[in-house]
């Protein structure tokens, strides 16, 4: 019960990653406030349901990450359902592959507003609600692999990737004084909705599993783990780290 009696937000939360935290930090404790858009409010609403059968409390809110006064509202839901918010989770976002050369503009701009715009504005109304509160909070960033390699069909998804985890070092100076621990994580090669499609090539699928040297691609439950320990006091200590969860994949340069 490391999250025991807190209260957890993570945005994108009906599917994937997002899903996966929301429900193992219900397990670990905690009451859950989900944010969600492009998926139905019946995968939202399963996801709620997951969180209830562990004898904790949740919430779906339904708003576009990318529209900055989402995030007051996000939090403002949450506030009024659980009366505080202890550990925020900027999970969201998107990947449509495509090639650079003939990237169209509305593919590049709604990637930046939804992956870096609306993390940063998620995060500062975050951040304001913890400063009212006076008892400090944990905000995690889900960043990715991605910023540290480049992608040929993802020239417009690993900059905002990058933008996360420079984010979560500047907020951690910015929030120390406060309390409030900022750290990131960077997941691998998930097998998510983003990437089903282009996971479903079996010569592609072989290859980034042979990238990894515990031999399989990691699933959304790989980073319940670690975005837990970061939200939890086990971290009291740690602000400003990037934890890489990618099976190895970074390091092996064979």
Request: aromatic share 6%.
């Given at each position: 019960?490391?999250?025991?009696?807190?209260?957890?937000?993570?945005t994108?939360?009906?599917?994937?990653?997002g899903?996966?935290?929301a429900?193992?930090?219900?397990?670990?404790?905690?009451d859950?406030?989900?944010n969600?858009?492009?998926?139905?409010?019946?995968?939202a609403?399963?996801?709620v349901?997951?969180?209830n059968?562990?004898g904790?409390?949740?919430?779906?809110v339904?708003?576009?990450?990318?529209?900055?006064?989402s995030?007051p509202?996000?939090i403002?839901a949450?506030?009024?359902?659980?009366?505080?918010v202890?550990?925020?989770?900027?999970?969201?976002?998107?990947?449509?592959f495509?090639?650079?050369?003939?990237m169209?503009?509305e593919i590049?701009?709604?990637?930046m507003?939804v992956n870096?715009?609306?993390a940063?504005?998620?995060i500062?109304?975050?951040?304001?609600?913890?400063m009212k509160?006076g008892?400090?909070g944990?905000?995690?960033g889900?960043?990715?692999?991605s910023?540290?390699?480049?992608?040929?069909?993802?020239?417009?998804y690993?900059?905002?990737?990058?933008?996360i985890?420079?984010?979560?070092?500047?907020v951690?100076?910015?929030?120390?004084k406060h309390?409030?621990r900022?750290?990131?994580?960077?997941?691998?090669t998930?097998?998510?909705d983003?990437?089903?499609?282009?996971?479903?090539d079996?010569?592609k699928r072989?290859y980034?599993e042979?990238?990894v040297?515990l031999?399989?691609?990691?699933?959304?439950?790989?980073?319940?783990?670690p975005v837990?320990?970061?939200?939890?006091?086990m971290?009291?200590?740690v602000?400003g780290?990037?934890?890489?969860?990618?099976?190895?994949?970074f390091?092996?340069?064979?």
């Amino acid at each position: 019960m490391l999250l025991k009696d807190k209260v957890l937000l993570i945005t994108g939360a009906s599917a994937g990653i997002g899903r996966a935290v929301a429900i193992e930090a219900a397990r670990q404790g905690a009451d859950v406030a989900i944010n969600y858009f492009d998926a139905t409010d019946a995968a939202a609403n399963d996801t709620v349901s997951a969180i209830n059968a562990t004898g904790r409390r949740g919430i779906a809110v339904k708003g576009d990450v990318a529209q900055a006064d989402s995030a007051p509202a996000f939090i403002e839901a949450a506030v009024k359902a659980f009366g505080k918010v202890d550990v925020f989770v900027s999970n969201a976002g998107i990947c449509p592959f495509h090639a650079f050369l003939d990237m169209p503009r509305e593919i590049f701009e709604r990637t930046m507003t939804v992956n870096l715009h609306g993390a940063y504005f998620m995060i500062q109304a975050a951040a304001q609600q913890m400063m009212k509160q006076g008892k400090g909070g944990s905000i995690i960033g889900v960043s990715s692999i991605s910023a540290y390699v480049g992608g040929e069909y993802q020239t417009h998804y690993t900059p905002t990737k990058a933008g996360i985890l420079s984010m979560m070092n500047s907020v951690a100076i910015a929030l120390g004084k406060h309390g409030i621990r900022c750290n990131a994580v960077l997941p691998g090669t998930i097998q998510t909705d983003i990437n089903k499609e282009d996971l479903s090539d079996p010569k592609k699928r072989a290859y980034m599993e042979g990238r990894v040297p515990l031999g399989r691609l990691g699933v959304p439950e790989d980073l319940a783990g670690p975005v837990i320990f970061l939200a939890s006091d086990m971290a009291r200590y740690v602000n400003g780290a990037a934890l890489l969860v990618d099976g190895g994949m970074f390091v092996n340069l064979q």
